[in-house]
């Protein structure tokens, strides 16, 4: 536990030395800023769209540190190092996921008021937005880094990252913005989905690592 622990602290210390934890959020805010330039001021539209805007930002912003997660401890041996004291590759790809989700997921929700507020939603609509990204980021997570893993020594690895990631991340985009719209049965299956991204995606972050070892 302990090891896993540390590479959690790991990965969030690094993610802080490179901006990960500051880039993101910033990419979001500014999405949720261009949206009513682009739409306009009709504040009834934009309280209908805030749903789909929060949570494809969100996407977006899970997904731009993901060429930092695998690829860069495959190159340099650290994943090596640590399967060879003994943790295994499904264990680093959990750490990893663990740390992604909160370098990314708390910040983002503060950000959400900011965005939601843009958007013209309301106080209830600014509560589902909360409890679907508390719900649904870590299906993000669980995403970028099995994504991260998959495409890990890849040429133009970000661009294949965003192919991979963004179709397999539309039942989240759908349920998210779905449970923000007070859909009947939205957050549940927000949340089904999410659950079962952060099951598989260790192993199949794990798998995908160790064969790139091979």
């Given at each position: ?9 790991r990965?969030l210390r690094?993610?802080w ?7 993101p959020?910033?990419f ?7 949206f009513?330039?682009a739409?306009?001021p ?8 805030a ?5 494809a ?8 540190p993901?060429?930092r ?6 190159e ?20 990893k ?17 900011i ?7 309301d ?7 909360e409890?679907g ?22 040429r133009?690895?970000?661009a294949?990252a ?7 991340a ?18 549940k ?5 999410s ?13 995908a690592?160790?064969?790139a070892?091979?």
């Amino acid at each position: 536990m302990s090891g896993f622990l540390t590479l959690v602290a790991r990965e969030l210390r690094r993610a802080w030395m490179q901006g990960g934890l500051v880039l993101p959020i910033a990419f979001f805010l500014l999405v949720a800023i261009l949206f009513p330039f682009a739409l306009g001021p009709d504040s009834a539209l934009l309280a209908r769209v805030a749903g789909g805007v929060i949570w494809a930002s969100a996407l977006l912003a899970a997904l731009l540190p993901v060429e930092r997660l695998v690829a860069p401890d495959l190159e340099n041996g650290t994943i090596d190092q640590l399967v060879v004291r003994g943790m295994a590759d499904a264990t680093i790809a959990a750490a990893k996921m663990v740390g992604h989700w909160l370098g990314f997921a708390p910040l983002l929700m503060l950000a959400s008021g900011i965005a939601a507020a843009l958007l013209g939603a309301d106080g209830a609509a600014l509560v589902r937005i909360e409890i679907g990204l508390l719900i649904g980021s870590p299906g993000l997570a669980a995403l970028g880094v099995a994504t991260a893993a998959l495409t890990a020594g890849l040429r133009g690895a970000g661009a294949v990252a965003g192919l991979v990631m963004l179709p397999l991340a539309i039942p989240l985009l759908i349920f998210g913005a779905g449970s923000i719209a007070a859909a009947p049965g939205a957050l549940k299956l927000l949340g089904a989905v999410s659950l079962l991204l952060v099951a598989g995606a260790p192993f199949v972050a794990g798998l995908a690592m160790k064969l790139a070892r091979d």
